[in-house]
């Protein structure tokens, strides 16, 4: 168990905590299961495996109780204060009557009374898998309640002082009303469901649950009667394993079963649920993703590219904002951070394998592997997100699919008003070895039609699984690359095979057209022509090719990565300051990423690596580019998404400015020798590292003043400037002047001037 503190920003624009550690303790000899703090942030509860519970002194970091008596796992804590002790104190006096005794003549001391009457109020409710809840008394150190009604694990505690009650939730499916002066059940509510979580809403009128089916559902406190609408259950992953609620907030923080956390709003909880009628689910706030599992593939949104798209080892496509707004509104639709979750593409019943989106960045079309393709229609400006198609027809899982990427003339409807123009056709391949087009409807669908859609051809395409599809810039051919070691080039129009590409020894992962207007390339037997274009693959056989379309040869390979090449892409040449392309200093550039965990660029004319990059710990399924800002970003099975910013541009400034300003300083050490000007030249001679220039301007100072006529009286070296200067060096200089003055005593020609400076240091 570990204690933190949590220490808030002075400035109130910031919202940044620091967190720092305060202490470490061993709470129990077996794990931690579940935790409690109460009310007043004093007291910290502890369950564990063994059946014990612990109470802890936050501030002491010491156990004040240690309670027994569970047989099972602690499976829930709560905190709360009974009722007014005064009804339990003529609760027992009763009793007391009945036994025959009294206690009318003993003497009270109000004081200690009241002191003890308010200690005795602090209870401790613990449930356990055992289906037994224990009501603890924390002045007495002892049970003083078992309920024992429940036949499952205890998953949800909590306490209404208003009704005084508590309500427990099971994974027996239901939640019991508790009264909390004869600790006799009130209330049994069939929730039909496993429940993980329970609490109370609406000034404690209302009891909300969740558990396996993912829905948050609520219960009139009093009558048990569910208020909610019927809602579908959840998929897989969807399960709330939690429900967080502080009043101050007007939202539920629910915890799923994906790592996910989702913000429910509770404002229109504030008006009361007429009798007899139903409310909608408390909607969405905002959704927060914890982990992203594992990053299958991804893909820039909208003509901005403000959104990205990810395939996250789920059915589930997730939608997330890149743009730099603000996270401090809570109302629905306004979270626009950078990496908050916009939405949630449902429809796909199984992992989601493959993107793609076309030149706009309006339309996206998805694989999965429940063996069916899905178009999309994002609309972010509206903040909508529905599915326009869906093709089904392979008989195995999809595992590449693409989109046209060639831009409308400029001024046309189709480029004006993309959302209202889809892409002509969507061509996918599948694990079946086939390849497909699909040609997309102009009118949106219903739900009830969207299978209709037929193939306009199917061609049997490889031997094995097809893995990469890739369409050119005007969109005459395209491209699949299979696990069978080869590329075929097929014309879109008819689905006829115009080439095939063989040399990979392994199964072809990525494969990419090159864009239009791509330079020559300097192949491996020198230039080749790029005029009728250029494709790019990288494979298992950890190499990358780059081919010619003119004789389907290939024109280089490149090779440097330690597992396979799992994406490829090429890369647009680096802007300057001006933003005009540097095609002089780089040509034609290209990124890979490889089950190494690695990105490589590499210049596509001499085969060499311009940098690697490091970030991710497991293999890099995805990788992408910003074509506005050539930022390009990977991601991977370490569930990493990572943005890599090209410096090239700055780089090249930078080495530039540099070279100018070196030249300058060596034209002013060459004035400054002219103009004897030693203390000056020294000092840049050091600076610029230029031993021999520094040699000779000493061996001149030497010779100098040997002269009696030039040496200048009470001077060590001859000349004064060259003491004052000697004497002023900084410790680094100094050092690098002892360095030059041992290599130049080792030579007889050059002792006697390292001799005569070493005396004057």
């Known amino acids: ?393 392979h008989a195995e899982s999809l595992g590449a699919i693409s989109l046209p990427s060639q831009s409308p003339p400029a001024g046309s409807p189709a480029q004006t008003d993309p959302l209202s123009h889809p892409p002509a056709f969507v061509i996918t391949g599948s694990q079946d070895s086939t390849v497909k087009k699909w040609n997309v409807p102009k009118v949106h669908k219903s739900k009830q039609d969207t299978n209709s859609s037929r193939a306009v051809y199917t061609r049997k395409a490889h031997d094995k699984d097809i893995n990469a599809i890739s369409i050119n810039h005007n969109s005459t051919l395209f491209a699949s690359a299979s696990q069978d070691r080869t590329v075929k080039i097929w014309s879109t129009e008819e689905g006829e095979v115009q080439g095939i590409l063989r040399g990979h020894r392994r199964g072809v992962w990525s494969v990419q057209f090159a864009p239009k207007d791509t330079p020559n390339i300097s192949g491996d037997n020198g230039p080749a022509s790029a005029s009728r274009g250029l494709v790019l693959t990288g494979s298992g056989d950890k190499s990358i090719k780059i081919w010619s379309l003119t004789d389907y040869s290939c024109l280089r390979t490149f090779e440097g990565h330690s597992n396979s090449v799992l994406k490829v892409l090429w890369l647009p040449p680096p802007f300057s300051p001006d933003s005009t392309p540097l095609t002089s200093q780089r040509p034609t550039r290209i990124a890979s990423a490889g089950g190494d965990g690695l990105v490589k660029i590499w210049d596509a004319n001499t085969g060499e690596t311009a940098c690697t990059l490091d970030n991710h710990s497991d293999r890099i399924w995805a990788l992408t580019l910003n074509s506005d800002s050539s930022t390009l970003v990977s991601g991977g099975g370490d569930g990493v998404i990572t943005f890599w910013q090209d410096t090239t541009s700055d780089t090249l400034a930078a080495t530039a400015a540099a070279s100018t300003a070196r030249i300058e300083q060596e034209q002013q050490l060459t004035n400054h020798i002219h103009s004897a000007n030693y203390r000056e030249a020294i000092i840049l001679a050091l600076s610029l590292n230029h031993p021999a220039r520094l040699l000779n301007l000493f061996q001149n100072v030497v010779d100098a003043s040997s002269s009696p006529e030039e040496e200048e009286e009470g001077s060590l070296s001859g000349i004064r400037g060259v003491d004052d200067v000697l004497a002023s060096l900084a410790d680094e200089q100094l050092l690098e002047l002892m360095k030059r003055i041992r290599d130049w005593n080792t030579n007889a020609r050059t002792a006697a001037v390292a001799q005569r400076i070493l005396n004057v240091i």
């Open 1 to 393: 168990m570990r204690v933190y503190s949590l220490d808030g920003s002075e400035e109130q624009a910031s919202p940044l905590i620091t967190v720092s550690l305060l202490r470490t303790l061993k709470p129990h000899t077996t794990p931690v299961i579940t935790a409690a703090v109460d009310g007043r942030g004093t007291l910290f509860a502890t369950g564990g495996a063994d059946g014990v519970i612990k109470i802890w002194d936050i501030r002491g970091g010491y156990v004040t109780h240690t309670f027994r008596g569970h047989s099972g796992v602690i499976s829930a804590l709560l905190f709360f204060e009974a009722a007014d002790p005064n009804l339990e104190h003529q609760r027992h006096t009763k009793d007391q009557r009945k036994r025959g005794r009294s206690d009318e003549n003993v003497p009270v001391d109000k004081e200690n009374t009241q002191i003890k009457g308010e200690a005795s109020r602090f209870r401790l409710a613990s449930g356990s898998e055992d289906g037994k809840i224990r009501i603890w008394d924390l002045l007495k150190r002892k049970t003083i309640a078992i309920l024992d009604s429940h036949v499952s694990v205890i998953r949800g505690l909590c306490f209404t002082p208003t009704q005084s009650a508590v309500v427990s939730a099971s994974r027996d499916k239901t939640a019991i009303i508790w009264d909390a002066l004869t600790w006799k059940v009130r209330n049994v509510i069939p929730v039909l469901e496993g429940v993980e979580s329970v609490g109370l809403l609406a000034e404690d009128s209302l009891i909300f649950t969740g558990g396996e089916t993912g829905r948050l559902r609520l219960w009139e406190a009093r009558s048990g009667r569910e208020v909610t609408d019927e809602q579908p259950a959840g998929g897989e992953g969807d399960n709330i394993t939690q429900i967080i609620h502080n009043p101050r907030f007007n939202f539920l923080l629910c915890v799923h079963g994906d790592q996910s956390l989702v913000l429910r709003s509770t404002s229109p909880l504030s008006n009361p649920v007429p009798p007899e009628s139903t409310i909608e689910p408390p909607p969405t706030l905002c959704r927060i993703s914890g982990t992203y599992d594992e990053i299958i593939d991804l893909t820039y949104l909208t003509r901005s590219q403000s959104l990205m798209a990810l395939a996250t080892n789920s059915e589930n496509i997730r939608l997330i904002s890149l743009a730099s707004g603000s996270s401090d509104s809570t109302s629905p639709g306004t979270l626009n951070y950078f990496g908050a979750d916009v939405a949630l593409l449902e429809g796909h019943e199984d992992i989601v394998i493959c993107l793609d989106v076309d030149w706009s960045g309006c339309w996206l079309a998805t694989g999965a592997k429940d063996n069916t393709a899905r178009l999309w229609r994002i609309d972010h400006a509206n903040n909508s997100y529905e599915q326009y198609a869906t093709y089904t027809g």
